[in-house]
């Protein structure tokens, strides 16, 4: 594994750079007295905290807030009056916040004129506030105390609250991580929750669309790998051209220098791996960042990359397997002197059959591997026989039958499931629902449902295409063949699920016609 290396600092961004991608703190004032209103946000006009401004909302009565509040979800703070239209009218709204919306984050700070209406030490034992102040005690830098205090404990609320949300999404994640493509969803929470975990306005990068995104570039290009909310259309790849240039010109910047990039509010974290696979690490926060932040960062990037390669050399195994198989059944069909789409066809009408039976998609993708294995004991079928243009003597039958049971010697010597599967299926493709088939003689469902499904993919497309011994029939007479032997060579509910879906078998039929 290779080292990241670091370069000099990005171009100072300018002081107001990371504070522009953040969404104000909203505070909601909740007063009957219009000057409460007017002073509190005279007082308070240039504050910021972690980066970000305030938004003021305006109610001056219980029922107003309420009205405000139900079209809100984002309010942090609450500056609350206990007298307004009625003498327990603040009183009566934290209630409704806390019981009725269920609202336990925001932070509710109960101001009064008139202590002895709501005396401290009852209001605070009975009602879930998180600060008492009596308005005549509240200066300017007293209440500038009370917006640091309740906003960083509303952070650090949403803080606990996004980590939770992104260890659900990792913990679900994590058991599908299993092609490259899963592995977005997975890096992407995992993303999220390491963001959160540095403590770095962790919530503004989810909820306040400060953004975050990871990309390894795989044949010249750039694929996004993980991505917080703002970017996650980038988990498409065909719209990474869409960066905003700034970013562009600071990936590009770290692909040329091969190095990491840093300053207070951003970084570009790179890594090349052995196999010389380069990974990309963007990431923007709303104050400056320590050394132990970006290594961890650092160490994401590099797993990310070293996991996503992982992926993509099990995928080329897996996808050199699958051709493989195909190449296998496509070699007897061309021993057989058949020039069609048979082994696909077969293989995509089974997939499309188990699919309809309620198989699960991992099942359905292993008959689409399996099917186009279900002649392979052709491979020892004399030539004479196996391409005789006229009707097979008892003798040359006998031999012919014998291709199922050859198949499954062949292919049950294997442990892999996907050739044990091709194993069944080329043992029991010929067997016959009215138990008239061969080599067995299997009724019903004593044969696998892999080796009916096959049975009724393979008989319909033979019928349509060319043989040495017939010309190729018309789809819809095949059709009506299928549907004259169900019950009899065919499981007569695998017949009905077929013709439900004739648009999708005439679709398949149209982009593998014979060739």
């Not at 040329?256 to 790179?270: A, I, K, L, M, N």
Request: glycine letters at 6%.
């Amino acid at each position: 594994m290779s080292d990241l290396v670091f370069a000099d600092e990005l171009p100072d961004p300018g002081p107001q750079t990371a504070a522009k991608l953040l969404d104000p703190w909203v505070v909601m004032i909740v007063d009957d007295d219009p000057a409460v209103h007017q002073v509190t946000q005279l007082v308070m006009a240039g504050f910021e905290f972690a980066g970000r401004h305030l938004e003021f909302l305006d109610a001056y009565s219980g029922s107003e807030a309420r009205e405000l509040l139900a079209l809100r979800s984002d309010v942090a703070l609450i500056l609350l009056d206990v007298v307004m239209e009625s003498d327990r009218a603040g009183l009566e709204l934290v209630r409704y916040i806390r019981e009725d919306l269920g609202n336990r984050h925001v932070r509710i700070v109960l101001r009064t004129g008139q202590p002895g209406q709501a005396p401290e030490e009852h209001v605070i034992k009975t009602y879930d506030i998180n600060d008492y102040k009596e308005k005549t005690e509240l200066t300017k830098r007293k209440l500038i105390t009370v917006f640091y205090s309740a906003l960083r404990s509303y952070r650090d609320i949403m803080i606990i609250e996004q980590s939770r949300r992104s260890l659900r999404r990792s913990i679900d994640a994590i058991t599908r991580v299993y092609d490259s493509h899963n592995l977005r969803c997975f890096a992407s929470a995992v993303l999220e929750q390491v963001a959160h975990v540095l403590g770095y306005e962790a919530q503004g990068l989810c909820a306040s669309r400060v953004s975050a995104y990871a990309a390894a570039q795989m044949g010249g290009h750039l694929k996004v790998l993980a991505a917080t909310s703002e970017y996650s259309r980038l988990l498409v790849d065909q719209e990474v051209d869409s960066l905003p240039e700034s970013v562009r010109d600071a990936l590009n910047r770290a692909l040329r220098d091969q190095r990491s990039h840093f300053d207070d509010h951003h970084c570009v974290g790179y890594y090349r791996s052995s196999a010389g696979n380069e990974s990309l690490l963007y990431m923007v926060f709303s104050e400056p960042v320590d050394a132990d932040a970006r290594e961890l960062l650092e160490i994401f990037c590099a797993n990310v990359a070293l996991t996503y390669e992982s992926l993509l050399l099990r995928e080329e195994i897996q996808d050199s397997h699958h051709a493989t198989v195909h190449i296998l059944g496509e070699a007897v069909e061309q021993r057989a002197r058949d020039g069609s789409w048979h082994v696909k066809r077969v293989s995509e009408l089974a997939a499309l059959l188990g699919q309809a039976t309620g198989l699960t998609p991992t099942e359905v993708e292993f008959l689409r591997q399996a099917a186009p294995l279900h002649d392979v004991g052709k491979i020892g079928v004399p030539d004479q026989v196996l391409n005789k243009p006229g009707k097979l003597d008892a003798a040359e039958w006998e031999v012919m039958q014998g291709h199922a049971r050859l198949g499954y010697e062949l292919l049950s010597k294997s442990k892999h499931r996907i050739l044990q599967l091709g194993a069944t299926i080329a043992h029991e493709h010929h067997e016959r629902w009215d138990g008239q088939g061969y080599p067995r003689g299997l009724a019903g469902e004593q044969v696998s449902l892999a080796g009916r499904i096959v049975a009724v993919a393979d008989v319909l497309d033979s019928l349509v295409s060319q043989r040495c011994y017939k010309e190729p029939w018309a789809l819809d007479d095949a059709l009506d063949f299928m549907r004259e032997q169900a019950g009899q060579r065919f499981d007569p509910q695998l017949v009905a699920l077929l013709m439900e879906r004739l648009d999708l078998v005439r679709a398949l039929y149209e982009r593998y016609p014979d060739r």
